[in-house]
């Protein structure tokens, strides 16, 4: 199954790893997992880099924090495959922290990030991602692609002719490869040929933008150190906000990106023990020296496409990339940015859910418009997080809409033309009330009205004051009402809230 195969039937918990089950997540692809790691592992470097230019802090911030979290998350987080590290949606949250207030306070507010994000996964909120619906889910990886895509423009642009050309031989590799074999990831060959290649045109390729281009690498492990701010109340302020922002992003984008992971590898994940591995990571990542993180999805579908299923893989990214950029900086300088960027291309193609655009048209609209609101409200913000809120939040106007019109009013006559049987079918709640009490004659020379409940269900206050409303408009015109068929649930709502006029309703 792959990622274009998103479907509304995805799963959000297991029950803890047995001990079969543990070896499988760690050594039942140690080949695949390995060489998946590796790729994400270069993968990661320029994007750590880049996220750390964007949130205003050294490079080594970001590199930092894409190694603790990654190997952190690896051992602890609820998806196995899953890359997470430093990420835009995060640095973009940060910026005003840090040109503020500085980079300690920064490191305290990852700390307070990772003690939501437990608690989060403490009190089993993951379970309520269910409520995402399609179309956000859909219009969040779609808006993503294009982001992915967009971030490589620059690059391209900048590189005239010797750039695309060198990102044309990489997507080459990287497509043609598979068709003679899978026994090594196709994206990990494209990097090292091409970075050869570039090493033996010599001076021909000096204009070539490089890995050693876009910042200075660290020369040292990362060092333990509590975040050097005062302890008080002004201080909690300074970074409360900014943390609960930080702990709602990382984990919108985190979950969101377990359940693709899930649809791409047919597999579960624990969305609440994500949630705690998100949090421990983050707390691990300001104790080193890092930023706030998590799950990245472009990362992630590279991991996956590559052949990594298991811990081992996630475990290798970050383990490879302290390596990379400690042991074999020399090497690693030398690697064509054009490879990455041809790397970033596959995954914002394979990111893409095309099967969206071609059903557009059988697609119904409200699914349509929830999608668009999506896409747009990132594109235009690149705020991968206020987009699925502004998706989640048009798609529960637009089903509210839909079930305010649920509600079915059947009326029947007696043959003596004395009682008036109403029969209300489907849902009653504050949406509904308005049509429901509209639907009423009270002047109607009638002396009894039956109101049939038997195919509604009464959810809220609104549908119960509703009820005691009609009810009582008739009773004063001295006409006797008698509401039958109320299901337990309603029945018991009705007594809880004590409308008067309903006490005889069963």
Known sequence: MNIRQILGDRRYGVSLPTRKSLHEQWLGNVQKDLLAGTVVALALIPEAIAFSIIAGVDP???????????????FVGGRPGMISAATGAMALVMVTLVRDHGLQYLFAATLLTGALQIAFGVFRLGRYMKFVPRGVMTGFVNALAVLIFMAQVPLLVSGGLPMLALVAAGLVVIYGLPRLTTAVPSPLV???LLTVGVVLMGDSAAGLMRVGDMGALPTALPAFGLPQVPLTLETLAIIGP??????????IESLLTASIVDEMTDTTSDKNRE???????????????GMAGCAMIGQSVINV??????RLSTLTAGAFLLVFILVLADWLVLVPMGALVAVMVMVSVGTFDWSSLRTLRTMPLSETLVMGATVGTVLATHNLALGVFVGIVLAALLFARRVAEVAFMHDALSADGRTRTVAVSGQLFFATTTGFLAHFDVQEDVERVVLDLSAAHVWDASAVAALHKAVSRFEARGVAVEVVGLDAPSAALVERLGAPALAGAH
């Open 242 to 251: 900014v943390s609960v922002a930080l702990a709602l992003v990382g984990l």
């Open 305 to 310: 496409t590559s052949g990594g299923r298991g």
């Open 190 to 192: 494209a990097i090292v």
């Open 60 to 74: 080594k911030v970001g590199l930092y924090a894409s190694f603790c979290i990654a190997v952190v998350t690896a």
């Open 275 to 289: 949630s705690r591995g998100q949090g421990i990571a983050n707390i691990v990542s300001g104790l080193f020296g």
